[in-house]
């Protein structure tokens, strides 16, 4: 016995037995790492994680903190930066332009989000009622979402709502008179932006009926035996328990909204016209940072614009608290 | 959070295409809802089949026809929107054609690799790199897009491709890791053990396990990429100043940026031909579109 053990041990013993699948070289070590948990494991990490961790580095963060600093500074590009404190959030409190932009885009995003999200949820219900051809409609709902962030349909907007496009065509056949160009009246250009953001809301839509086929079937069965009506069945089981996907949305297009930039450059002609009535505040960052090459300026106006984005988001986890339910446990 | 179980875009997972409820017989409510449906549906997809018709009719014609009929339907939109610009749209189409697959490729490769450390292998303050990562996610392009200027700018960069083809490299579209991490994790890690007792490193793995299993997440991230990079603006309109390199929505959008009157045959036909890869995308891949966004929330 004891012999037969000791000759086993004997390296001359290795190679008799050979790794039965004639793996490479090294297989017996790799054996071992499996064995013993995962030693090398974390280096190998990194190495998955390098491009991510560069590109965090050179793309995310570097930039986040350059645009903190150019935003002390007076810079051009073309001369170094120069240091000047707080001179371009001095400015920013004196510049009328930057309470427009705000103000249209707070208007846009207010106005939008909920009107995007109340026709996605409405849509979402009526199609999750078992009828036929679901995906069919799904399909014809969503298409306006991928399209509707293009130069394309933001042209395509422009001759729509222009004083002689499809809207004020159709309503002429209609009687109407003295209609207005929508998109050059600066009481209604905003407005047709609003109305291209609402026309999107196909994605909510999708997620909405996604989170609606996560609601039990014997819930709204229960409470049809206790008697509960539609509308009671609607208010409570449904809005309780789609709650965390309204939120989930909301987050998601309030963030989405703050950054709309393409429609109103289109439709405004890159100027945020008539009379700034369509200056989005990226648009307004975009005129002063490559229109102007006021790169601290703008870059003043990219962390104010960091900071609202931050807050509103923040605020809006906190108040989910009040209003979302994740569940009896 | 529901619409974020792992494994959702994985095998069977939910049903989200049949009709569900109580199956009723079609009774006349059923055909009233079939009928607004399909109204609000017309309605909603007006504009786009207007467009389309539009840009096959002469010029005087599109203004105030908000009908879709012509007698005189022509392709001369076509021929005359193609070789309106400085340079013959085909250009343009080349140059989104090499962003839009550089973002792919960079995509793919780089979110994978990533998405693999975050779904399978333990590191040094994993949690907190997770949730950077999520929190990438969120940032708008607007806060980094000066200092990133500069960088491309030191480099030479501007007017090439690469600034906007090289962070895809780098995987700063976070989006896409998410959406993988989301999709390793509902692969069973069992498959991972065998194929580790078999003599597979941790990229034996991930070549060819995890990678061939998630073809799924890999066709999602590589449709949205697609349309994401086609339709996006604001990059393209920053780094390329050079009508050379001018990418469709660039040009397109030269089209109605002077002060003339913008000949809206030509703007329409050509907005046509940028919009038809997308719906072409569309219908190729919506299982995989629907699902994607079902899992976690992409545009």
């Given at each position: 016995?004891?012999?037969?053990?000791?000759?086993?041990?004997?390296?001359?013993?290795?190679?008799?037995?050979?790794?039965?699948?004639?793996?490479?070289?090294?297989?017996?070590?790799?054996?071992?790492?499996?064995?013993?948990?995962?030693?090398?494991?974390?280096?190998?990490?990194?190495?998955?994680?390098?491009?991510?961790?560069?590109?965090?580095?050179?793309?995310?963060?570097?930039?986040?903190?350059?645009?903190?600093?150019?935003?002390?500074?007076?810079?051009?590009?073309?001369?170094?930066?120069?240091?000047?404190?707080?001179?371009?959030?001095?400015?920013?409190?004196?510049?009328?332009?930057?309470?427009?932009?705000?103000?249209?885009?707070?208007?846009?995003?207010?106005?939008?989000?909920?009107?995007?999200?109340?026709?996605?949820?409405?849509?979402?219900?009526?199609?999750?009622?078992?009828?036929?051809?679901?995906?069919?409609?799904?399909?014809?709902?969503?298409?306006?979402?991928?399209?509707?962030?293009?130069?394309?349909?933001?042209?395509?907007?422009?001759?729509?709502?222009?004083?002689?496009?499809?809207?004020?065509?159709?309503?002429?056949?209609?009687?109407?008179?003295?209609?207005?160009?929508?998109?050059?009246?600066?009481?209604?250009?905003?407005?047709?932006?609003?109305?291209?953001?609402?026309?999107?809301?196909?994605?909510?839509?999708?997620?909405?009926?996604?989170?609606?086929?996560?609601?039990?079937?014997?819930?709204?069965?229960?409470?049809?035996?206790?008697?509960?009506?539609?509308?009671?069945?609607?208010?409570?089981?449904?809005?309780?328990?789609?709650?965390?996907?309204?939120?989930?949305?909301?987050?998601?297009?309030?963030?989405?909204?703050?950054?709309?930039?393409?429609?109103?450059?289109?439709?405004?002609?890159?100027?945020?016209?008539?009379?700034?009535?369509?200056?989005?505040?990226?648009?307004?960052?975009?005129?002063?940072?490559?229109?102007?090459?006021?790169?601290?300026?703008?870059?003043?106006?990219?962390?104010?614009?960091?900071?609202?984005?931050?807050?509103?988001?923040?605020?809006?986890?906190?108040?989910?608290?009040?209003?979302?339910?994740?569940?009896?446990? | 959070?529901?619409?974020?179980?792992?494994?959702?875009?994985?095998?069977?997972?939910?049903?989200?295409?049949?009709?569900?409820?109580?199956?009723?017989?079609g009774g006349r409510p059923r055909v009233l809802a079939h009928l607004c449906l399909i109204l609000f549906g017309l309605l909603m997809l007006y504009p786009l089949i207007w467009m389309l018709a539009s840009s096959f009719k002469p010029g005087e014609e599109i203004f105030s026809q908000p009908g879709?009929?012509?007698?005189?339907?022509?392709?001369?939109?076509?021929?005359?929107?193609?070789?309106?610009?400085?340079?013959?749209?085909?250009?343009?189409?080349?140059?989104?054609?090499?962003?839009?697959?550089?973002?792919?490729?960079?995509?793919?490769?780089?979110?994978?690799?990533?998405?693999?450390?975050?779904?399978?292998?333990?590191?040094?303050?994993?949690?907190?790199?997770?949730?950077?990562?999520?929190?990438?996610?969120?940032?708008?392009?607007?806060?980094?897009?000066?200092?990133?200027?500069?960088?491309?700018?030191?480099?030479?960069?501007?007017?090439?491709?690469?600034?906007?083809?090289?962070?895809?490299?780098?995987?700063?579209?976070?989006?896409?890791?998410?959406?993988?991490?989301?999709?390793?994790?509902?692969?069973?890690?069992?498959?991972?053990?065998?194929?580790?007792?078999?003599?597979?490193?941790?990229?034996?793995?991930?070549?060819?396990?995890?990678?061939?299993?998630?073809?799924?997440?890999?066709?999602?991230?590589?449709?949205?990429?697609?349309?994401?990079?086609?339709?996006?603006?604001?990059?393209?309109?920053?780094?390329?100043?050079?009508?050379?390199?001018?990418?469709?929505?660039?040009?397109?959008?030269?089209?109605?940026?002077?002060?003339?009157?913008?000949?809206?045959?030509?703007?329409?036909?050509?907005?046509?031909?940028?919009?038809?890869?997308?719906?072409?995308?569309?219908?190729?891949?919506?299982?995989?579109?629907?699902?994607?966004?079902?899992?976690?929330?992409?545009?």
């Amino acid at each position: 016995m004891t012999e037969l053990s000791d000759e086993t041990r004997t390296p001359a013993a290795v190679p008799a037995h050979p790794p039965p699948r004639s793996a490479s070289p090294p297989a017996p070590a790799r054996r071992r790492r499996w064995r013993l948990p995962q030693v090398g494991e974390r280096k190998v990490a990194y190495l998955f994680l390098a491009p991510w961790f560069i590109g965090l580095a050179l793309i995310t963060i570097g930039p986040i903190l350059g645009s903190l600093y150019l935003s002390f500074t007076d810079y051009s590009l073309l001369a170094p930066p120069e240091w000047t404190g707080l001179d371009n959030y001095e400015r920013m409190v004196t510049d009328p332009r930057f309470y427009q932009s705000l103000q249209v885009t707070f208007v846009y995003v207010f106005v939008s989000v909920p009107l995007q999200l109340a026709f996605a949820l409405a849509l979402a219900l009526a199609l999750d009622k078992g009828l036929r051809g679901l995906a069919f409609y799904r399909s014809v709902y969503y298409l306006p979402s991928l399209l509707g962030a293009s130069v394309a349909i933001a042209v395509l907007w422009r001759q729509m709502f222009g004083a002689e496009g499809l809207i004020n065509a159709a309503l002429e056949n209609l009687g109407f008179t003295d209609l207005p160009g929508w998109v050059s009246d600066p009481d209604y250009a905003l407005g047709t932006i609003i109305i291209l953001n609402v026309w999107t809301f196909g994605s909510p839509m999708v997620i909405f009926l996604a989170g609606l086929r996560q609601i039990p079937q014997m819930y709204y069965e229960a409470a049809a035996i206790d008697g509960a009506g539609a509308l009671r069945r609607f208010f409570s089981i449904t809005l309780p328990l789609l709650s965390p996907i309204i939120f989930f949305n909301l987050v998601l297009q309030l963030i989405g909204s703050f950054q709309s930039f393409t429609q109103a450059f289109v439709i405004s002609s890159g100027r945020g016209s008539p009379a700034d009535s369509t200056l989005f505040y990226t648009l307004y960052l975009y005129l002063r940072g490559f229109g102007n090459f006021d790169m601290g300026y703008a870059s003043a106006l990219a962390w104010v614009l960091l900071l609202i984005v931050g807050v509103l988001t923040a605020a809006n986890f906190l108040v989910s608290r009040f209003w979302v339910f994740y569940g009896d446990d | 959070m529901a619409t974020t179980e792992p494994g959702e875009l994985h095998g069977p997972g939910p049903d989200l295409d049949s009709p569900r409820g109580l199956a009723r017989p079609g009774g006349r409510p059923r055909v009233l809802a079939h009928l607004c449906l399909i109204l609000f549906g017309l309605l909603m997809l007006y504009p786009l089949i207007w467009m389309l018709a539009s840009s096959f009719k002469p010029g005087e014609e599109i203004f105030s026809q908000p009908g879709l009929w012509s007698e005189n339907f022509t392709a001369q939109n076509y021929v005359e929107g193609w070789t309106a610009l400085p340079r013959p749209f085909h250009i343009y189409i080349l140059n989104s054609l090499i962003v839009v697959g550089g973002s792919i490729v960079g995509n793919l490769l780089a979110c994978s690799l990533a998405a693999y450390a975050f779904a399978r292998l333990e590191f040094r303050f994993k949690r907190f790199w997770f949730a950077v990562m999520l929190g990438t996610i969120m940032l708008p392009i607007h806060v980094v897009i000066v200092p990133q200027y500069v960088l491309f700018a030191q480099l030479d960069w501007i007017n090439t491709f690469w600034p906007l083809i090289v962070p895809k490299l780098l995987a700063t579209d976070a989006f896409f890791i998410f959406l993988m991490v989301q999709f390793i994790r509902g692969i069973p890690k069992e498959l991972d053990e065998a194929a580790r007792i078999d003599g597979c490193g941790h990229f034996g793995i991930f070549w060819r396990i995890i990678i061939p299993m998630s073809t799924p997440a890999l066709a999602t991230t590589a449709i949205f990429t697609f349309i994401w990079t086609w339709n996006d603006f604001f990059s393209q309109l920053i780094f390329l100043a050079d009508p050379d390199l001018y990418t469709v929505p660039v040009a397109l959008r030269t089209f109605v940026d002077s002060n003339t009157q913008t000949p809206w045959g030509p703007v329409f036909a050509m907005s046509v031909v940028s919009l038809a890869p997308i719906f072409g995308f569309f219908l190729a891949g919506q299982r995989y579109l629907v699902r994607g966004i079902a899992t976690t929330g992409l545009k």
